[in-house]
Every structure is written in structure tokens, then in C-alpha cells.
């Protein structure tokens, strides 16, 4: 990827998926794409191998991942410490968004000095 910019990558839902890549995020190469759709059939170690080639790519910025298959991958969160790409969880149409939950605002919080 040429220096002009990196892509966001997704791991959601079909219908955030879907939106994201109307949107016009999608990138599909002979060396894969910047998204998975989960479905309730998707196994726990294909989330986890997205997870890890997403954020091994240079040409990823940032990884959006809907919170309730964050849950499903939350010790690789606990564990990621890069800061590119950043990992940013947000809600799905069908799953409220928790900030207890999100480790980004879990560290925020602690920077500040309220409870982790």
C-alpha cells in the first residue's frame, strides 16, 4: 500500500460489516480482505486468527470490532499494547455498547485514576 493512507478493518456482524463496506471501507486483495463477518456459527480461533492478521498488517490503522465478539476475543485485547492499529470497539444493531466493558475506556479510566 502506497503512503497515502492505511485502511480500517472490521471484524462484526453482517449488518456492520455490510454498512462499513457500503461505505466503501472493503479492500479484498489475492492476500485476503479487511473484514470478517461472524456469524453464530463462527468458531472462537477464526475470530482470533482476523484478530491477529488484521493487526499484524502495516497497511491497517485502525481494527473495529463490535463489542460482544470483542467479549469472545477479550484476553488477545487484554494482551494487545500497539497503539497502530488501534482497536476500537463499537456496538452492533442488535448488542448495546458497555464502556465497563471496552478496554480502551477501562484504561482511560485507570490513567485518570478511577476504577480499572
Do not use: C, W
Request: no cysteine; charged share 25%; proline share 5%.
Amino acid at each position: 500500500m502506497d503512503e497515502s493512507g492505511k485502511l480500517v478493518a472490521v471484524i462484526g456482524d453482517e449488518d456492520t460489516v455490510t454498512g462499513f463496506v457500503l461505505a466503501g471501507i472493503g479492500h479484498r486483495t489475492i492476500e485476503g480482505q479487511n473484514f470478517l463477518i461472524v456469524k453464530g456459527d463462527t468458531e472462537v480461533p477464526v475470530i482470533e486468527d482476523a484478530f491477529r492478521s488484521f493487526t499484524a498488517r502495516n497497511d491497517v490503522g485502525i481494527v473495529l470490532i463490535n463489542q460482544h465478539i470483542a467479549n469472545d476475543i477479550r484476553h488477545l485485547l487484554r494482551d494487545y499494547t500497539k497503539t497502530i492499529p488501534t482497536i476500537l470497539e463499537i456496538p452492533s444493531k442488535e448488542q448495546p455498547y458497555d464502556p465497563e466493558q471496552d478496554y480502551i475506556m477501562q484504561r482511560v479510566n485507570l490513567m485518570l485514576g478511577g476504577p480499572a
